[in-house]
């Protein structure tokens, strides 16, 4: 909300602009729209700014931690030996 009223821009323009409804802009806002990326990305192209995407984290000093690769548990099928099984 606040990238589009520094624009002074009202919902309605925005979404206008966006070719969306005036409805999803309100629903974003107010925190109660399911994220859609290709929505998110029309805003913060017609607002000229990076708006926050749920699920991604911030980006932050990388740590150098330990990799989690090749630590996952098998799912109880085994890849080694004997022919696969039909299903």
């Not at 999803?24 to 017609?46: F, L, T």
């Not at 699920?55 to 990799?67: C, D, I, M, Q």
């Not at 090749?70 to 799912?75: R, T, V, Y």
Request: aromatic content about 2%; proline content about 9%.
């Amino acid at each position: 909300m606040q990238a589009r009223m520094a624009k002074k821009m009202t919902q309605k323009e925005l979404a206008t602009a966006i070719n969306e409804k005036p409805q999803v802009i309100g629903e974003y806002e107010s925190g109660k729209a399911i994220p859609n990326a290709q929505i998110i990305s029309k805003m913060e192209r017609k607002l000229g700014c990076k708006l926050p995407r749920p699920g991604k984290k911030p980006a932050g000093p990388k740590s150098g931690g330990a990799s989690k690769t090749g630590s996952a548990k098998p799912s109880g099928r085994s890849t080694v030996g004997g022919p696969a099984k039909r299903r």
